[in-house]
């Protein structure tokens, strides 16, 4: 684990006191790392306070004052923390935007805010904003990003904005005033609003302030031993409250941070940048461990073996590394050439210098947290909402027990609601928590506030349970909780978590509200069971006719019984339909931290869900 070289910047109750604080305490040429002709380049954190202090004085220009609300429709990039910076110094509050969103749903988000304005990152987002800019009377400002045409010359050049100072601001040097203006922010002004609909679809604005946020960062930052020698990858959408405290942490904390171009060339970006810490989410970490197997199953006999002994071997130090102790000494010999040969290739493959990922946005299996352990990856899980700025609770070195989300952090107090029981065993309490970094509410929405914050205490909605040792687990969404037409209850989470690290199953939604059986949606892992077929010679033409097969179907069926074979028989699927291609963001099926949204699914797919629990289900059953 790395370690900090100096001591971390003075205190801070707001988030421009971190920035400010956090430039005068590290003097970096490579704050940030943006890729750029090619390569990858560092920008100064003395040139980021001047644009950041320089956009603040345009944005004034333009009429935005302190308390106006002003949207961020980008992916992550520079200029994404730099608008963000700009605006919290000029005592403004951002509104993060998906750059996945339809039109309607920024519309939507933009009206709700009353938004001043809007920071576009390319023409694709600035097409959205130009086709709905009619309709939202209150948008006096659009910026954009990259270099874009506008018919009628109202959209602003982002670069422009940010490089050059045209004397027409307040009096003095554009950094002095935004010193004088951002250090004049109190902790309580709000900071940002951040519209989610999670998986339910539904949008809500969280109302996030400085101290919120600010507090967050102070309680997790000691957690982890970070400095400037680390880099972060920032990939993670900065929409997101998880990535987006991150990346406030990095820099207080004097890590360089590096955007990742998008999902799709991550793997590229990892080896350019080779980040020494990154946030993630579960479906990122079963997609390399998918990957990895994937090139083992095609290896030789030999190397198949050697890889199964090897992370056999990582297995085996995963106790000690836990504890941060010492293995005995013939497995250090064995770790040694595991290592060698093994464990240093699938490292490469993120760069080869990680030495700390933190999971969050969704549950983490223990056996895929456990690989990941075993190849000398740790990966340290978490748990929070949007709500809680995020964290509540997190494992960190010195204090990991795998299959929870950690201990909850210094200065929340959590406590557990009523246990719901089923007649095989609890399914658990909701999670209530209260501190500095919990929302002061949701924006205008007086009806759900009175029913999320009850006495002081916040309800999550999430259910779980604390251990002897303080270690939260999650054991599902009291939302997503079902009963049966036997009134049993199944927490879909719970199964779903059983099938993270299959060969063959990529992604499930598991049903069964009110039906007399569970059942599921499955996406296979079409490349293996492509494989599969050739093997045992089912012939198709493409992946709507190997999913529509028998002998696949007969195949997954087993899989499927094999999994869950240990649940009681109220939770075991009993039918199931095979979908032919992953559910994805751009269809609106994934929320932007990969987390499935349930009821968009169930909507599209409720023909195929009818026809599921139409079929005759087996009498063996249980309800």
């Known amino acids: 684990m790395p370690t900090s070289e100096s001591p971390p910047p003075s205190e801070f109750r707001t988030l421009t006191q971190l920035f400010l604080n956090a430039i005068g305490a590290h003097h970096k040429p490579d704050a940030f790392l943006v890729k750029s002709g090619g390569s990858y380049h560092g920008v100064s954190s003395a040139e980021a306070l001047s644009e950041a202090a320089t956009l603040a004085a345009a944005f004034e220009r333009f009429g935005i004052a302190p308390g106006d609300r002003v949207g961020i429709l980008s992916e992550n990039r520079l200029e994404w923390a730099l608008t963000d910076y700009a605006l919290l110094g000029l005592g403004a509050i951002s509104v993060p935007v998906y750059p996945t969103l339809l039109e309607p749903e920024v519309e939507y988000i933009l009206r709700d805010s009353a938004a001043k304005g809007i920071v576009v990152s390319n023409a694709d987002q600035l097409a959205k904003i130009l086709s709905i800019r009619s309709r939202l009377p209150e948008l006096r400002l659009i910026v954009a990003m990259d270099a874009v045409s506008s018919t009628d010359g109202s959209v602003q050049s982002w670069q422009r904005l940010a490089r050059s100072n045209d004397g027409s601001s307040r009096a003095g040097d554009p950094v002095a005033v935004f010193r004088t203006r951002a250090l004049a922010v109190r902790p309580e002004d709000t900071a940002s609003i951040l519209y989610t609909s999670g998986t ?65 060339t991550l793997p590229q970006n990892l080896l350019e940048v080779r980040p020494t810490v990154m946030a993630v989410v579960p479906r990122i970490l079963q997609k390399v461990n998918e990957k990895v197997t994937e090139v083992v199953r095609q290896s030789s006999s030999a190397k198949q073996n050697l890889f199964r002994w090897a992370i056999q071997t990582g297995r085996d130090r995963v106790p000690y590394s836990l504890r941060k102790q010492q293995p005995p000494l013939g497995l250090r010999a064995r770790l040694a050439l595991a290592d060698k040969l093994v464990y240093s290739k699938v490292r490469e493959r993120l760069g080869g210098r990680i030495t700390t990922m933190i999971s969050g946005a969704a549950p983490l299996s223990r056996e895929l947290a456990e690989f990941f352990w075993a190849v000398g990856l740790p990966v340290y899980e978490g748990y929070g909402l949007t709500e809680t700025s995020p964290v509540i609770a997190v494992n960190y070195p010195g204090a990991v027990k795998l299959g929870t989300v950690g201990r909850v952090i210094s200065g929340i107090e959590v406590k557990l609601g009523e246990e719901i029981v089923d007649a095989e065993g609890r399914a658990g309490r909701e999670i209530l928590v209260r501190g500095p970094n919990v929302t002061p509410g949701y924006y205008h929405l007086e009806e759900e506030n009175r029913q999320a914050f009850v006495d002081g205490w916040f309800y999550t909605g999430d259910l779980g349970f604390l251990d002897a040792d303080g270690f939260l687990s999650i054991t599902g969404r009291k939302r997503n909780l079902f009963k049966t037409a036997g009134g049993k209850f199944v927490s879909p989470e719970k199964i779903e978590n059983l099938f993270q690290e299959h060969p063959y199953i990529s992604q499930m939604v598991v049903l069964g509200e009110g039906r007399k059986f569970v059942g599921a949606l499955i996406v296979p892992n079409v490349a293996r069971l492509e494989s599969y077929a050739r093997r045992h010679g089912i012939t198709f033409s493409g992946h709507e006719e190997l999913v529509s097969k028998p002998e696949i179907y007969s195949f997954i069926e087993q899989q499927v019984e094999e999994a869950t074979r240990w649940l009681p028989p109220h939770e075991k699927i009993r039918q199931f339909a095979l979908l032919p291609r992953e559910f994805t963001i751009v269809a609106g099926e994934l929320s932007a931290t990969l987390k499935i949204k349930r009821p968009v699914v169930e909507q599209r797919y409720r023909d195929l869900i009818e026809e599921i629990y139409q079929r005759h289900a087996p009498q063996a059953q249980s309800v």
Do not use: Q, W
């Open 200 to 264: 339910t679809g539904t949008f809500k604005g969280v109302v996030l302030t400085h101290s919120n946020i600010a507090s967050n960062v102070a309680a997790c930052e000691e957690l982890f031993a970070l400095g400037e020698r680390d880099v972060a990858m920032s990939f993670l959408p900065l929409s997101h409250i998880f990535e987006r405290t991150l990346d406030y942490a990095y820099f207080r904390r004097g890590v360089s941070i590096g955007y990742a171009e998008s999902y799709d």
